[in-house]
């Protein structure tokens, strides 16, 4: 299964470069890194993301994330992917901008 994270240019550069993601300051602030499904993607976008430029949205394979990965209720109740711990660059499938 596939989950996306939103990254700033930045924090996607950050991430090549240490070859693993620690966390966005709402991530570390949380205790966990935020990923949204497909069809959680663009009210993520909107929500806390509107406005800015230069984003990168990677795809996540979730599968590869063991049992790190739990799915929490968030806005509404949904499930949302979160991930306790430092992502890897491994789990990323592709990027979009």
């Not at 550069?13 to 949204?36: C, E, K, N, R």
């Not at 949205?57 to 979160?82: N, Q, T």
């Amino acid at each position: 299964m596939i989950a996306f994270k939103i990254l700033t240019a930045d924090q996607w550069q950050q991430f090549q470069t240490d070859g693993a993601f620690a966390g966005a300051p709402v991530d570390l602030a949380d205790g966990y890194i935020h990923m949204s499904t497909a069809d959680q993607l663009d009210e993520t976008l909107s929500k806390h993301f509107a406005g800015q430029t230069g984003l990168v949205i990677a795809s996540i394979d979730l599968d590869v994330l063991g049992d790190a990965l739990k799915w929490e209720p968030s806005r509404g109740g949904a499930l949302f992917p979160h991930y306790y711990g430092k992502l890897p660059l491994s789990a990323v499938t592709a990027t979009r901008t």
